[in-house]
Nanobody, 124 residues
Framework: QVQLVESGGGSVQAGGSLRLSCAAS????????MGWFRQAPGKEREGVAA????????FYADSVKGRFTISQDFAKNTVYLQMNSLKPEDTAMYYC?????????????????WGQGTQVIVSS
């Protein structure tokens, strides 16, 4: 079965950058759509970005648009989230997930495969 493993989290100062990686044990094209979500303590999980694995379509939450970029490397079966101009409110556990339907890409309803998460902390 396909597994997702996130990496690249860490602690940075406001204004800094991080690149998160999500490696899949199988070809990511078969997963159709991949997304990044985040959840902070006491808050609901929110969609951050999504990408069509077989194409170039990308989607972003308004809160990260212009600062974050989602991309993929088919040869490495990996999806990335480049995070620039980080803010303290970006602090959260970040998860990657797979969506086989293409529906509600910034909502978790149709995502059926999840990684274990990687922590991002942005200090003031």
């Amino acid at each position: 079965q396909v597994q997702l493993v996130e990496s690249g989290g860490g602690s940075v100062q406001a204004g800094g950058s991080l690149r998160l990686s999500c490696a899949a044990s199988g070809y990511i094209h078969k997963l159709l759509y991949m997304g990044w979500f985040r959840q902070a303590p006491g808050k609901e999980r929110e969609g951050v970005a999504a990408i069509r694995t077989g194409g170039v379509s990308t989607f972003y939450a308004d809160s990260v648009k212009g600062r974050f970029t989602i991309s993929q490397d088919f040869a490495k079966n990996t999806v990335y989230l480049q995070m620039n101009s980080l803010k303290p409110e970006d602090t959260a556990m970040y998860y990657c997930a797979a969506n086989p339907s293409g529906l509600s890409l910034l909502d978790d309803t149709y995502y059926n495969l999840w990684g274990q998460g990687t922590q991002v902390i942005v200090s003031s």
